[in-house]
Nanobody
């Protein structure tokens, strides 16, 4: 069964940190660009960060630049999102998604328009509150 599974969400105080993990099963992530998206209550889903299949190219939403870092570990077939300096407005369900890497796919388009996404995880909840 092909799937993505997110983990690492939870309740954290403002200014705190979390590390989210996105693990793939049934396929290798090496040929896929991976993105993290989030959806807060009453808001549309937004692209937070995306990384190319090689890891050589990354994209961040302006709202998280300098605070979040995306990385991938091929040996573990996992992509991480490190969340630092968390703010209450970061509260959301965070989803990871995979898009098969191709010449036509840019991670900018993947993050902004969800282009090319084949797989979605079920999400992990991040709550930032004192």
């Amino acid at each position: 069964q092909l799937q993505l599974v997110e983990s690492g969400g939870g309740l954290v105080q403002p200014g705190g940190s979390l590390r989210l993990s996105c693990a793939a099963s049934g396929f290798t992530m090496d040929y896929y660009a991976i993105g993290w998206f989030r959806q807060a209550p009453g808001k549309e889903r937004e692209g937070v960060s995306c990384i190319s299949s090689s890891g050589g190219s990354t994209k961040y939403a302006d709202s998280v630049k300098g605070r979040f870092t995306i990385s991938r570990d091929s040996a573990k077939n996992t992509v991480y999102l490190h969340l630092n300096s968390l703010k209450p407005e970061d509260t959301a369900v965070y989803y990871c998604a995979a898009a098969e890497q191709s010449v036509a796919l840019t991670i900018q388009a993947m993050c902004k328009y969800s282009v090319g996404i084949t797989y979605w995880g079920k999400g992990t909840l991040v709550t930032v509150s004192s």
